[in-house]
């Protein structure tokens, strides 16, 4: 889907989600960053990008 739609903040959010999941924080954060790039006033962009920098801990 990201594929297809590079843009869509809502399918990095979940792709930066299942990183943190599978606890691969780098891949995680690459993810978030590029999702708050696309939309900075979004607070799930900021909670992912935060969880993501936790796990790096």
Same mark, same amino acid.
């Given at each position: &889907? /990201?594929?297809?739609n %590079?843009?869509?903040?809502?399918?990095?959010?979940?792709?930066?989600?299942?990183w /943190?999941?599978?606890? =691969?924080? !780098? =891949?995680?954060?690459?993810? &978030?960053?590029?999702? +708050?790039?696309?939309?900075?006033?979004? %607070?799930?962009?900021?909670?992912? !990008?935060? &969880?993501?920098? +936790?796990?790096?801990l």
């Amino acid at each position: &889907a /990201i594929d297809m739609n %590079p843009t869509d903040a809502s399918l990095l959010s979940n792709r930066s989600l299942c990183w /943190i999941r599978l606890g =691969q924080a !780098e =891949q995680a954060l690459s993810d &978030a960053k590029v999702c +708050r790039e696309l939309r900075p006033d979004w %607070p799930k962009g900021c909670y992912r !990008e935060g &969880a993501a920098l +936790r796990l790096l801990l």
